[in-house]
């Protein structure tokens, strides 16, 4: 006979149960909402939050780093840019491609970058990255250069995407898509694959995994992933600038998944919605966003490593004993 | 020819600059194992701060020695705030604390002083030195002079000084060091403060020829890297040969291909290098214990 | 039968020969074990069999197939596992966990199922479990199941790290040192283990310095030293063998010292 507690035990260990909290939030929110500036921090929080998650499964699972993260959100933003405006193709459609592009991509150059190893893929990473944004920049024909081009609303047959309140809606529901994808990538044979080769790589491939395989797989996917964020901050901003896949931005995007908790699908959204909201929050000190960004980092690093969630939950935990 | 000439020249510039920012990282990487980002700020600061301590109204010559100085504590302070409280961190975590900390001093450099380019005057003149057709500017040769001079006092204290001995014991075994009585912490740090140093020496030198502002300490850095790949991580020739090699690469790059693609040489040298050649010209390889 | 075989294996890094020359043949079922001095080239040939390192000259031959070139991860599917002499555990994992993947080569969902959780990843999940539950049981680690493997005691972990390659259903499986760092209690428990691993048809092939325990449950020993081969034969003769003798232990009062280490 199932007690009550033990319903809610089973409950609680099921995969997508830290969504429930998340749900409950998320409906709520809208209703303490003052005005339409709010929406639209929101809605940068799901985009960012949704990046920062691809990037979680690479890093904080896989165990991998990339430095140049932001350059698969480029891809994502100019391909909806240039889509309709100069091949002629529909925005929607765009969106899909540019995420194609990006796996292809993320394909190709991971085979040999995930050869590398700490230091190493790091700064190769963060290399490519930054080639991504040269070119962006140089190639001003097709991007608009270093004063980057206008993106043309998201429409679907006859309704344009317009409203803040909608985009809130729609970024919300992709993030909650997103954090179900990653949970169950988690939970899966592939998943405890990913979560092995972090501790022992010689561990995981004796015991029958193809290492290589895997690390590209959860590559191409937290590229997928930064490129549909892309994609829609350039369609939610109707701009963009080469900057949304520059060094800056990719170190933002690890700053976000550290500082929420490598490792911890809400963490992404906890990271996100800090390094989103504080430089909205403190207008006045905008001077000092990079050295306050910086020294967040540095202070994240040095003394709060595992991040806010799984440092927050190891803390309760260990409250109730 | 004349072309041929000019680009080598302005190449082994830019390649003098890189390869003092690459010793700078060797230093370090050697003593430490950490892979330092903020060394390009540290070549930044000594450019900035003469320039602005000079619109302070202080000589030139003072304010240079003031801002070596001054970038000289700034290493010292990030090694003792930065790297020395993160014990037994990973790799990944250190080369993301040393980024935090460039992105750090790129905004309060932002904020100190401003966002636009400044130039310092130069050593003797501005008026170019004319061989072979091509030209060259007296403070390119003062550059490569004192990469040059920089270098071989570097070699000369690790190799012939009890301190340099010590910093190279660190560098092969630091628990062993520590256990034959070497002040590990002290070492360090006077490593991250020599780099600074060589950085700050650096950004004097280079500013008349290449101006300077808030931010170019990133590109810098990232070059720096690409040369210590080239020339192998951990080997103080392979810092020099590598930062002259791309200063070269870069030149003769945006001479004869592209000019607006120079800053990817050195991406695709580093790509290059870590899929063909990891250990680079003169690394040494690493044999792991399994 | 024979299910593992070393042919001539030589190998060299930079300029010392870590093995030269070293044949050996495992049986199914039995217990072959390797010993010798440190720097025998005893972890160096384990890194041979288990493909992580490629020999200069040599083969290795698994259920008669040339399997010389093979990576760690393709020699798995073909039912080789080994365990690691410096523990090569997942920390992050629960010991149930790390168990799990030990299942891993006989998992079937593909990337794609994975991602929208198909049915079959549940059901999966649900077999994949319970094969890693009965893993640990037969190491005695099952009430540990739930535990973080990074909190677990050192002898535990040498357990896990059997129970892990056992999830495998593995036809060979290397033991690198698995009593190194044990108590005497702990490592009858593994001398116990490994005769029933042996008894359940797996050929166990075995690094290991505890003499007792090496004596008490091989059916045959090969002796390495500066990387050749000294000696090969049961307990009895290598016992008594005195080139093995002067290997370990040199010549003043070798006889002496014979009796007193091997009992």
């Known amino acids: 006979m199932l007690t009550r507690t033990d319903r809610f035990r089973r409950l609680q260990r099921h995969r997508l149960f830290p969504l429930i909290p998340l749900v409950a939030v998320i409906v709520v929110l809208p209703l303490l909402f003052p005005s339409a500036y709010y929406f639209r921090v929101a809605a940068l929080v799901f985009i960012f939050a949704i990046a920062a998650l691809g990037l979680n499964l690479l890093m904080g699972f896989a165990g991998q780093v990339s430095l140049g993260h932001a350059g698969f959100m480029g891809v994502g933003a100019y391909a909806v840019a240039i889509g309709p405006s100069q091949l002629n193709i529909a925005p929607l459609f765009s969106f899909v491609l540019g995420a194609a592009f990006s796996a292809l991509l993320a394909f190709a150059v991971g085979r040999p970058i995930l050869r590398l190893r700490g230091h190493y893929l790091a700064v190769a990473t963060l290399g490519f990255g930054v080639l991504l944004t040269i070119v962006f920049t140089n190639e001003a024909k097709w991007t608009g250069g270093p004063d980057g081009m206008a993106v043309q609303q998201l429409a679907v047959v006859n309704w344009t995407l317009r409203r803040v309140s909608t985009w809130y809606w729609v970024l919300a529901a992709s993030f909650l898509v997103s954090a179900v994808i990653a949970l169950n990538l988690i939970d899966s044979p592939t998943g405890r694959a990913l979560r092995a080769i972090h501790d022992s790589e010689r561990a995981a491939r004796v015991l029958g995994v193809d290492v290589a395989q895997k690390k590209l797989a959860v590559f191409v996917i937290s590229a997928v ?7 829609f901050f350039a369609l939610i ?52 966003e990079h050295a306050i960004l910086g020294l967040t980092l540095m202070a994240v690093m040095i003394f709060l490593r595992r991040g806010i969630v799984p440092s927050l939950s190891a803390a309760l935990s260990g409250s109730h004993k | 020819m004349a072309a041929f000439l000019q680009f080598t020249f302005s190449g082994l510039t830019v390649g003098a600059v890189y390869a003092l920012v690459a010793v700078g990282f060797t230093l370090i990487y050697n003593a430490s194992d950490v892979v330092n980002f903020a060394q390009g700020e540290f070549v930044m600061l000594g450019g900035m701060v003469t320039i602005f301590l000079g619109y302070a109204g202080i000589p030139v010559p003072l304010a240079a020695v003031f801002a070596v100085f001054i970038t000289t504590m700034v290493g010292l302070a990030l090694y003792r705030f930065g790297i020395a409280p993160a014990r037994d961190a990973s790799a990944v975590t250190l080369i993301i604390i040393t980024i935090g900390a460039s992105i750090f001093l790129r905004g309060i450099a932002e904020i100190i002083f401003d966002k636009r380019f400044h130039s310092l005057p130069a050593l003797f003149g501005s008026d170019p030195i004319r061989i072979g057709g091509a030209s060259i500017l007296p403070q390119t040769v003062i550059v490569l002079a004192s990469a040059l001079l920089i270098v071989c006092l570097l070699w000369a204290f690790i190799g012939r000084t009890l301190y340099g001995k010590a910093v190279v014991a660190t560098s092969s075994n630091r628990m062993a060091a520590t256990l034959v009585g070497i002040n590990t912490r002290t070492i360090v740090g006077a490593c991250f403060a020599i780099s600074a140093a060589i950085g700050a020496i650096a950004g004097v030198l280079v500013t008349p020829i290449t101006l300077t502002s808030y931010n170019v300490g990133t590109l810098l850095a990232l070059k720096g890297f690409a040369a210590i790949m080239l020339g192998g991580i951990g080997s103080a020739m392979g810092a020099v040969v590598g930062g002259v090699l791309l200063g070269l690469f870069e030149a003769f790059a945006a001479g004869y291909l592209s000019a607006s693609y120079k800053d990817a040489v050195a991406f695709v040298v580093i790509l290059a290098v870590l899929f063909a050649m990891p250990q680079g010209l ?8 399994v | 039968m024979t299910t593992l075989a070393a042919e001539n294996i030589s190998i060299a890094f930079g300029g010392v020969r870590a093995l030269d020359g070293v044949s ?45 070139v093979f990576a760690p991860e393709r020699l798995a599917r073909r039912g080789l596992s080994r365990t690691f002499q410096n523990l090569q555990i997942f920390s992050h994992l629960t010991a149930l966990e790390n168990a799990m993947v030990g299942r891993h080569r006989h998992e079937s969902t593909g990337l794609a199922a994975d991602l929208l959780h198909l049915p079959k990843v549940s059901r999966q999940n649900r077999m994949t479990r319970e094969a890693a539950l009965n893993a640990l049981g037969r190491v005695g680690l099952g009430a540990m199941a739930p535990q973080p493997a990074g909190s677990l005691a050192y002898g535990d972990l040498k357990r896990l790290e059997i ?95 014979a009796a007193r280490a091997f009992g």
């Not at chain 1, 800056?248 to 919605?273: C, K």
């Open chain 1, 225 to 231: 992933y930064a490129s549909v964020a892309g994609s």
């Open chain 1, 237 to 288: 901003n109707g701009y963009i600038t080469p900057d949304v896949s520059g060094f800056l931005r990719s170190i933002e995007l690890v700053a976000m998944v550290v500082l929420g908790g490598m490792g911890s699908v809400v963490g992404s959204l906890i990271g996100s919605a800090v390094l989103v909201i504080l430089p909205q929050a403190l207008t006045i000190f905008h001077d000092y």
């Open chain 2, 282 to 289: 003169f690394g040494k390889r690493m044999v792991e214990r």
């Open chain 3, 24 to 68: 050996f043949e495992a049986a199914r079922g039995k217990v072959f074990s390797i010993i010798g001095p440190n720097g025998a080239g005893k972890t160096t040939l384990f890194n041979v069999i288990s493909g992580l390192s490629m020999p200069d000259d040599g083969r290795v031959w698994l259920g008669g197939e040339d399997v010389t």
């Open chain 3, 163 to 257: 129970a892990r390659a056992l999830a495998t259903e593995p036809t060979v499986l290397l033991l690198d040192e698995p009593a190194a760092g044990c108590n005497p209690t702990e490592t009858k428990n593994i001398e116990a283990m490994i005769r029933e691993i042996a008894r359940d048809g797996i050929t166990v092939v075995l690094v290991e310095h505890d003499m007792r325990l090496v004596m008490n449950v091989s059916d045959r020993i090969h002796v390495l030293a500066n990387g050749h081969t000294l000696a090969e034969g049961n307990a009895a003769e290598i016992r008594t063998n005195p080139a093995v003798i002067e290997a370990y232990l040199g010549t003043r009062n070798a006889a002496a010292e």
